[in-house]
């Protein structure tokens, strides 16, 4: 069973879309295995966009990502990563098309409501930034059978 992070941005809390993003990933199939508020630390933030770091956008991203209350979420399922993705859109919120989360809520690159690892192997680094194994649950959901 794969796993990814979604986390839901600061403006994704403050526009108060929380719970119809969670939506979209629950009707697709897609079991919660982890779920905590949060604001992230300067260092968590850091560690998260290690891989931009030096970019022109380093600095805004981290400011944006500290700026307030933020979702983390662990995934699973049959290709969760790529799947999350999907529902997700393309980064900038104008190039994506409706019916994913960015195409239908989204304007801005940066301000795009959500983060979705972009691998298994960023996946799995990913959720042990943001979550402690015991923060993590397993189970199996009575639809297990239906959903694939």
């Not at 799947?83 to 239908?104: C, E, F, N, W």
């Not at 304007?107 to 015991?134: M, R, T, Y």
Request: glycine share 8%.
């Amino acid at each position: 069973m794969q796993q990814t992070l979604i986390v839901l941005k600061p403006d994704c809390v403050q526009r108060r879309l929380v719970g119809t993003i969670i939506e979209r990933f629950e009707k697709k199939g897609l079991r919660l295995a982890g779920l905590k508020l949060l604001t992230p630390s300067r260092k968590l933030a850091e560690d998260h966009y290690a891989v931009h770091k030096g970019k022109p956008f380093y600095d805004s991203l981290l400011q944006f990502l500290t700026s307030g209350p933020t979702v983390a979420m662990v995934w699973e399922g049959r290709e969760a990563v790529t799947v999350a993705r999907t529902l997700m859109g393309v980064t900038d919120g104008t190039k994506s098309p409706p019916a994913t989360i960015r195409g239908d809520f989204a304007l801005s690159v940066q301000n795009n409501l959500v983060h979705g690892s972009d691998s298994p192997e960023n996946a799995a680094a990913e959720i042990k930034l943001w979550f402690k194994p015991d923060e993590l649950v397993a189970y199996r959901p009575t639809d297990a059978d239906w959903v694939g």
